[in-house]
């Protein structure tokens, strides 16, 4: 089993995947979240660029959008990825991500 890793711009938490997604916090180097929603293996995450966000996307062409700090779904789009596809955030706000600024 292959795992990857993605660490958040400002270095708190790090996202370790491959079955799952599980959330390390670097200040105490401990596993803080498990977050389950993908039918299939995750292929790649990424913090947005002020750590209020975390992208995943699946094998099973999903993106799901986690707030990290609470381990929560924000919005799941499906059917949305070709395999083999690798993404990132380009905004730097909450409010850019979702359209309200």
Known sequence: ???CAE???CCEMVAVYSTQVILWDMKCYKAIRYLEGHLHDVCGCDFSPD???LATA???TSVIVWD???GTKLLQLRSV???GFQFE???ESVSEAFGLS
């Open 1 to 3: 089993m292959n795992f």
């Open 7 to 9: 660490l958040s711009m």
């Open 51 to 53: 750590g209020a966000l």
């Open 58 to 60: 699946s094998y099973d």
């Open 68 to 70: 990290p700090h609470m």
């Open 81 to 83: 990825v070709p395999l």
């Open 89 to 91: 955030f380009i905004t």
